[in-house]
């Protein structure tokens, strides 16, 4: 009981929805991390919570930028990419497009 009391009184004075907006988070549910896709129409689905420092996100291919997402959830689809391992990233950048440091890597081998 001491515990709920504790937990009530702190986000009473504010502190609980201070620190659970700081939460931001990237979740890319496809392609699976370490899959095996083709050359051309892979398609990127991801979901974002960009936080109070986010603004929008950024989608990195082999570290560099491909695309600027609005869109906080979503697919997006990458035309093309050459036979080889890549590294996809989508990072939460704020509104002058710095990253935030909140981001989501899965590498994948297209063939």
Known sequence: M????AILMTCAMGVCGAALAEDASVKISSPADGAMVGTAGISVAYEVVTGPKGDHV???IDDSEAKVLRN?????TI????AGPHNVCIKIVDKG?????VEKCVKVTAH
């Open 72 to 76: 906080m959830k979503g697919t997006y």
């Open 58 to 60: 950024h989608l990195y």
């Open 79 to 82: 035309d093309s990419l050459k």
């Open 2 to 5: 001491n515990t709920l009391k």
């Open 97 to 101: 497009h710095t990253p935030i440091g």
